[in-house]
């Protein structure tokens, strides 16, 4: 079964309060053009650059906030040896190592910086850049996890949810020899299947998101936002591919280019090649604090 969303009113009012509070971890992330803010069913996941670097739940009228200790270890420690004598290690203030709080949201994403590859970071400046993108990592099982999801409008008023699976230049998964598929068309295949599978559940839970995303100021694309509240949405069911990361030589090579004819031949409009992501500017939330400044 696939679910989003956060159902629970309380824990969305406990969000909106803390948000009147500047000094609050919650009203940092909110506006931090550098992380994403993704939904899921009944907790929230921050992204910076692919990781994961705060699930927040509500349970017993407490916000809750887990964090892989990998991304809680300062960066800017000075004495970063701990000593051992006869093979035991001291761990004396060995609290004074990590980040004490979630407030500290730079440390936390200076910390997490080495954990995240061509691929997520890729991704990331996809989310900064685009402001239809309403989730990421989108899991359904252990084995299909799409990388974006943005809100699309599709002639004057349909709209519908479009998946994308990004992939960095130097991915083997987007060649193969001969008359052999790349392996990210039996992806994509599988997406598009799974997608079918669980398209009333998909629906549903999306508009709850973006109720969710309103209420919670986290809107980058307010018209869109509105849209699936009050109209009608629909699924795409063949996913997007996206390639980035390559410069117009590499874009040009003859050893490439069979690569991206073949995969041009399967997919059509669905591939996508973006070259060098970041040379867009990114874009920026324009979110207002409660006094509306």
Same mark, same amino acid.
């Given at each position: 079964m696939f679910k989003r969303g956060i159902e629970n009113q309380a824990f969305i009012d406990a969000l909106k309060? @803390?948000?009147?509070? /500047?000094?609050?971890?919650?009203?940092k992330i909110v506006n931090d053009n550098d992380l994403f803010i993704a939904i899921r069913d009944e907790y929230i996941n921050v992204y910076y650059k692919g990781n994961s670097i705060c699930k927040l739940s509500f349970n017993n009228g407490k916000l809750v906030n887990e964090t892989h200790y990998k991304y809680l270890l300062n960066p800017n420690l000075s004495d970063i040896y701990v000593k051992a004598i006869d093979g035991t290690f001291e761990h004396q203030n060995s609290e004074m190592k990590f980040i004490p709080s979630l407030s500290d949201i730079d440390l936390i994403k200076t910390a997490s910086n080495p954990y995240s590859g061509e691929e997520k970071s890729g991704v990331h400046l996809m989310l900064k850049k685009w402001d239809d993108v309403i989730d990421t990592e989108i899991a359904f099982d252990d084995s299909s996890r799409i990388d974006l999801l943005k809100i699309e409008k599709k002639g004057n008023s349909e709209l519908k949810l =479009?998946?994308?699976?990004? /992939?960095?230049?130097?991915?083997?998964?987007?060649?193969?020899?001969?008359?052999?598929?790349?392996? =990210?068309?039996?992806?994509? /295949? $599988?997406?598009?299947?799974? @997608?079918? @599978?669980?398209?009333?559940?998909?629906?549903?839970?999306?508009k709850i998101v973006? $109720?969710? %995303? %309103?209420? @919670?100021?986290? =809107? /980058?694309n307010c018209n869109l936002i509105d849209g699936v509240l009050n109209n009608k949405l629909s699924i795409d069911f063949q996913p997007k591919l996206i390639i980035f990361g390559f410069d117009q030589d590499q874009k040009d090579g003859r050893v490439w280019k069979q690569h991206k004819d073949k995969l041009q031949t399967i997919l059509g409009d669905r591939l996508e090649l973006k070259g060098n992501i970041q040379k867009s500017p990114p874009y920026a $939330?324009?979110?207002?604090?409660?006094?509306?400044h």
């Open positions: 309060e @803390l948000f009147n509070d /500047k000094n609050s971890f919650w009203y =479009v998946f994308y699976e990004a /992939k960095h230049f130097s991915n083997p998964e987007i060649r193969a020899q001969g008359q052999d598929e790349p392996k =990210v068309i039996n992806q994509l /295949k $599988r997406y598009e299947g799974t @997608l079918k @599978l669980h398209e009333s559940e998909i629906l549903e839970s999306y973006c $109720r969710n %995303k %309103k209420d @919670l100021e986290i =809107v /980058k $939330r324009n979110i207002k604090s409660k006094d509306g």
